[in-house]
Nanobody, 119 residues
Framework: QVQLVESGGGLVQAGGSLGLSCAAS????????MGWYRQAPGKQRELVAR???????NYADSVKGRFTISRDNAKNTVYLQMISLKPEDTAVYYC?????????????WGRGTQVTVSS
């Protein structure tokens, strides 16, 4: 089994900063891409940022220049640093990992962490 656990959400004022982290544990041989997604009330889950095992990144247009994704492969952990936060960034943020357990590659999700940006 593989578990992903997010931490670092909370309430912040517009213009503020917040950092999220997500640690993967369990039957892990290697982790391919890891990413952050978010889902606001009444909206579909959307990709925020993604990073490959080699460090290549891509971002949603709405967060480019404000959010930075990074990872520590030795710790099986991915991070999301968010600055200049806006009320429209309010959502539940989910971590995703494509994990190779030595037999197959599966897509795993964390339970999510709430980020609320007040105006």
């Amino acid at each position: 089994q593989v578990q992903l656990v997010e931490s670092g959400g909370g309430l912040v004022q517009a213009g503020g900063s917040l950092g999220l982290s997500c640690a993967a544990s369990g039957s892990i041989f290697s982790i391919n891409a890891m990413g952050w997604y978010r889902q606001a009330p009444g909206k579909q889950r959307e990709l925020v940022a993604r990073i490959t095992s080699g460090g290549s990144t891509n971002y949603a247009d709405s967060v480019k220049g404000r959010f930075t994704i990074s990872r520590d492969n030795a710790k099986n952990t991915v991070y999301l640093q968010m600055i200049s936060l806006k009320p429209e960034d309010t959502a539940v943020y989910y971590c995703n990992g494509l994990v190779n357990n030595g037999v197959y590659v599966g897509s795993y999700w964390g339970r999510g962490t709430q980020v609320t940006v007040s105006s």
